[in-house]
Nanobody
């Protein structure tokens, strides 16, 4: 079982950068697939990025089209932490961002595929 806590959200101007962190406790998630989702105000939760364990010990990364080239997901298994580096932020990036983990470590954009969720952290981007 994994408990996830997000941090690093805040208010930033358009074009700025922010880095979100997701710290895990309870057990290590080195073998877990990790994802970031976001929920804009008044909208459904949507997939942002995922990182999946590779056979070589690294990770395959995936991004929704709207954040490609701007966001980077990474993980530090020794620290039980996953990061989302967000650059060139836009007002449409404004949302509550959630960290998620799945035990099976396969690629999925569906929230129902993930087993554990953090509490969310607010990201607000002003124009």
């Amino acid at each position: 079982q994994v408990q996830l806590v997000e941090s690093g959200g805040g208010l930033v101007q358009a074009g700025g950068s922010l880095r979100l962190s997701c710290a895990a406790s309870g057990r290590t998630f080195g073998n877990y697939g990790m994802g970031w989702f976001r929920q804009p105000p008044g909208k459904q939760r949507e997939f942002v990025a995922a990182i999946i364990r590779s056979g070589s010990g690294g990770g395959f990364t995936y991004y929704t089209n709207s954040v490609k080239g701007r966001f980077t997901i990474s993980r530090d298994n020794a620290k039980n932490t996953v990061y989302l580096q967000m650059n060139s932020l836009k007002p449409e990036d404004t949302a509550v961002y959630y960290c998620a983990a799945m035990e099976s470590s396969y690629y999925s954009t569906l929230p129902s595929s993930y087993d554990y969720w953090g509490q969310g952290t607010q990201v607000s981007v002003s124009s």
